[in-house]
């Protein structure tokens, strides 16, 4: 299957995010295209509760985050985008900081059922279009990359060797 991607910002169906698979096969030209499925995808840009946080964490094999630090976390958020498909999210994504000087991505998660269609390509620009918007020059964003080729494609680099990143988990 061939994914293509389409996605209209300024139609009716505004936040609307239709991916379409075409069948593997095409006539030359493309003239008689026979369609598979199509899923229609809403982003939203809004922070997702706390159960669905913690769910989406989970499934998508991210390290599990207490409940009570989700609470106040998420309600502290700079900016935070989710994607549903059918009226339920499967992918998500936010910002945390001081909205001046630094910016973290964190929680980027799509659920494993929907992964491979460009749902954390599609969370990734509405958080860097954000990010263009309000952030001055020189202000530092920063992100634990567990897929790194997904984040380089928006110009994220290694630190190393100038800084090495460090954690502490309590």
């Known amino acids: 299957m061939i994914p293509l991607l389409l ?6 169906s505004k936040g609307l995010l239709y991916i379409v698979f075409l069948q593997d096969r095409m ?4 003239q008689n295209i026979q369609y598979g499925e199509v899923y229609m995808y809403q982003l939203i840009e809004e922070c997702v509760d706390v159960d669905t946080f913690l769910f989406l964490r ?22 935070a985008v989710h994607i549903c498909y059918e009226g339920t999210p499967v992918g998500m994504g936010r910002i945390v900081g001081d909205g001046g000087l630094n910016f973290d991505i964190v929680d980027i998660a ?4 929907h992964q491979g269609k460009g749902l954390g390509r599609k969370i990734m620009q509405a958080i860097m279009d954000y990010l263009e918007k309000n952030t001055l020059k020189g202000a530092y964003i920063t992100l634990m990359a567990d897929v790194p080729a997904l984040y ?4 994220f680099t290694y630190t190393r060797p100038e800084s090495e990143g ?5």
């Open 7 to 12: 996605f209209f910002d300024n139609f009716q």
């Open 27 to 30: 006539q030359a030209g493309l």
């Open 58 to 79: 989970q499934v998508s094999g991210l390290s599990p985050r207490p409940r009570a630090g989700a609470e106040i976390g998420l309600a502290n958020s700079l900016y």
């Open 110 to 113: 799509v659920h494993p059922d």
């Open 152 to 155: 380089e494609k928006f110009g």
């Open 166 to 170: 460090m954690v502490l988990v309590r």
